[in-house]
């Protein structure tokens, strides 16, 4: 089991960015896959980002790809979502997960943070 926490969100213009931050516990960062999910009210929540154990894969969203980056630092235990460009239709609850297999990216997360909540005003 591996416990996450996000911080980084907030409230910024459209055009801005914001980088979100997932820092977990324990001794076995590295061997997780990681994702990012999010939540907008009303709606279901939706992948937007994984990236694999080693941090040599990533995936994408097709709504973030090219403004949305996701890295991740094993030594600090940390995953990182780079927002630039964010947009009104960005505004959710932001998540990060983690699996421990690269098949089926987007799906099949089972330990996941609290969320941190990213505003975008138009």
């Known amino acids: 089991q591996v416990q996450l926490v996000e911080s980084g969100g907030g409230l910024v213009q459209t055009g801005g960015s914001l980088r979100l931050s997932c820092a977990a516990s324990g001794r076995t960062f590295s061997r997780y896959v990681m994702g990012w999910f999010r939540q907008a009210p009303g709606k279901e929540r939706e992948f937007v980002a994984a990236?694999?154990?080693?941090?040599?894969?990533?995936y994408y969203a097709d709504s973030v790809k090219g403004r949305f980056t996701i890295s991740r630092d094993n030594l600090k235990n940390t995953m990182y979502l780079q927002m630039n460009s964010l947009r009104p239709e960005d505004t959710a609850v932001y998540y990060c997960a983690a699996k421990t297999t690269w098949s089926d990216v987007m799906v099949r997360y089972g330990n996941w943070g609290q969320g941190t909540q990213v505003t975008v005003s138009s």
């Open positions: 990236i694999s154990e080693s941090g040599g894969s990533t």
